[in-house]
């Protein structure tokens, strides 16, 4: 009877270890093991469309769709963190966020503290006005103007430089639309923003009272940032785009928001 009993208890302690082993390591409905699949937080600025908005609720733009459809091909999950865009950078180098794409410009300054990615759109700055303006056309033309800028952006850099080529005055925002709105206000003559982002607004808004006036002010190109020690992700998102640019879904993402492929 010892036996039985002995032999039954074995058998229970089997089955039981053979259930703890197989835990969070196989499928049950296909058998296959399971991977468990990193998770990225990526700060954004959630006031700067087309790359990256919120509409009905949800955070939308190229940005968004960009970074959302390299986590996909690369086998990983995202979680973003909108905040102001002069927080972004800092919060990468204090290990807060893991990464971040918000129309981030690739500068030789950024280089010297995050890690950015292959390039993956061409911008560049451009003079913007209210819609009855005529006295500006040029960066010659700022002489005893006001500029209004976002504070931490490539454009706040070239705004100073004119500002100090020229005598103009600077005013600082913290978000694109009341950056905006002073030049509407005219409590600012000009404004300078990415050519594809002012674009977008003129397009999409009537009401917007802007215009762009002159050539382009450089070109700028669009890195994704991330911690500069973090090699594994650049290099997940390096490869991500190259198969986004390759299989066309880059340029699919592109135009579902201005019309037309990148350059």
């Known amino acids: 009877m010892k036996k039985i009993v002995l032999s039954l208890i074995g058998a229970v302690i089997a089955l039981t270890?053979?259930?703890?082993?197989?835990?969070?390591?196989?499928d049950p409905g296909t058998g296959t093991n399971k991977e468990e699949v990193k998770k990225y937080t990526f700060g954004t600025d959630a006031t700067y469309p087309p790359f990256e908005f919120e509409k009905d609720g949800k955070y939308t733009g190229i940005d968004i769709d960009l970074i959302n459809a390299i986590a996909e091909v690369e086998g990983f999950e995202v979680e973003l963190k909108p905040m102001d865009f002069k927080?972004?950078?800092?919060?990468?180098?204090?290990?807060?966020?893991?990464?971040a794409i918000a129309g981030i410009s690739i500068t030789d300054e950024r280089k010297q503290v995050v890690s950015l990615s292959d390039p993956y759109y061409e911008a560049g700055l451009s003079l913007i006005v209210r819609s009855d303006n005529t006295t500006i056309n040029r960066?010659?033309?700022?002489?005893?103007?006001?500029?209004?800028?976002?504070?931490?952006?490539?454009?706040?850099?070239?705004?100073?430089?004119?500002?100090?080529?020229?005598?103009?005055e600077i005013k600082y925002f913290d978000d694109s639309p009341t950056m905006y709105q002073e030049v509407v206000n005219k409590n600012a003559d000009v404004t300078l923003e990415d050519?594809?982002?002012?674009?977008?607004?003129?397009?999409?808004?009537?009401?917007?009272?802007?215009?762009?006036?002159?050539?382009?002010?450089?070109?700028?190109?669009?890195?994704?940032?991330?911690?500069?020690?973090?090699?594994?992700?650049?290099?997940?998102?390096?490869?991500?785009?190259?198969?986004?640019?390759?299989?066309?879904?880059?340029?699919?993402?592109?135009?579902?928001?201005?019309?037309?492929?990148?350059?």
């Not at 103007?145 to 005598?167: D, F, Q, R």
Request: glycine letters at 12%.
């Open 87 to 99: 927080a972004i950078i800092p919060a990468i180098t204090a290990g807060q966020l893991d990464g």
């Open 139 to 168: 960066p010659e033309d700022l002489a005893g103007k006001t500029i209004a800028i976002k504070k931490g952006t490539s454009g706040a850099k070239m705004a100073e430089e004119l500002a100090t080529k020229y005598g103009a």
């Open 195 to 263: 050519f594809p982002v002012i674009s977008y607004k003129i397009a999409v808004d009537p009401d917007a009272n802007l215009k762009v006036v002159g050539d382009r002010l450089n070109g700028d190109f669009y890195g994704i940032a991330v911690g500069k020690d973090n090699e594994e992700l650049l290099q997940k998102i390096n490869d991500g785009l190259k198969k986004l640019q390759e299989n066309g879904k880059y340029d699919e993402i592109v135009k579902t928001y201005i019309g037309t492929t990148a350059k």
């Open 17 to 26: 270890l053979s259930a703890c082993g197989n835990e969070n390591t196989a």
